[in-house]
């Protein structure tokens, strides 16, 4: 199925901001306001860290922010930290009977 | 805190039929209003949403393998089971149980994966 398109890979110091793209089409980032953000460490369990676009489930850090224009959606880690490091996918609602699409995923590595 | 944990075998032959486990804990999964989901993740690709059960036995599938596909709930047990039949290499994958917020439209759990590979 299709998939939405991520950067393979974005790197920082620590300190840094960093920014990954999501860009989708009109059947789903861009018509709706449910883009959700998970984190994934290696070998453990994708972790919730936006929804809903921009909005932040308690408990994770508000270095972690959301965005979107048209049918991108962004996130931003901001003072990025070595514990940051680990792949990022985004996901959308989408109006097609897969009900939802997955980001092709990206690797965030603290250098 | 709910947890979900996935269980299963980790090798299946081709043709024959994968059979997996969630076991939710923290949280009855009949209580609340939620969707209980199953998502795979192939080897060098990326995360598929396949299907849901709903708190009350409702389904829904991607069409996919729908045909394929069953999701069933054990309430004494708070387990929901995925049963996929006619395997082929392209069902290896990682599969992931997850929860959804029935009015939500995203997964705020989701258990560790359990890695299925499909060979003879």
């Known amino acids: 199925q299709p998939a939405l398109t991520q950067p393979a890979s974005v790197s920082g110091s620590p300190g840094q901001a960093i920014t990954i793209s999501c860009s989708g089409t009109s059947s789903d980032v861009g018509v709706y306001d449910y883009v959700s953000w998970y984190q994934q460490h290696p070998g453990k369990a994708p972790k919730l860290i936006i929804h809903?676009?921009?909005k932040r489930p308690s408990g994770v850090s508000d270095r972690f922010s959301g965005s979107k224009s048209g049918n991108t959606a962004s996130l931003t880690i901001s003072g990025l930290q070595a514990e940051d490091e680990a792949d990022y996918y985004c996901?959308?609602?989408?109006?097609?009977?897969?009900?939802?699409?997955f980001g092709t995923g990206t690797k965030v590595s603290v250098l | 805190q709910v947890h979900l944990q996935e269980s299963g075998p980790g090798l299946v032959k081709p043709s024959q039929t994968l059979s997996l486990t969630c076991t939710v804990s923290g949280g009855s999964i009949t209580s609340g209003n939620y969707y209980w989901n199953w998502i795979r993740q192939s080897p060098g690709k990326g995360l598929e949403w396949i299907g849901y059960i709903s708190h009350n036995g409702r389904t829904y599938y991607s069409p996919s393998p729908r045909s394929r596909m069953t999701i069933s709930l054990d309430t004494s047990k708070n387990q929901f089971s995925l049963k996929l039949t006619s395997v082929t290499a392209a069902d290896t994958a990682v599969y992931f149980c997850a929860r959804e917020g029935a009015m939500d439209a995203f997964f705020d759990s989701w258990g560790q994966g359990a890695l299925v590979t499909v060979s003879s």
């Open positions: 809903d676009v921009s």
């Open positions: 996901s959308s609602y989408t109006s097609s009977t897969v009900r939802y699409v």
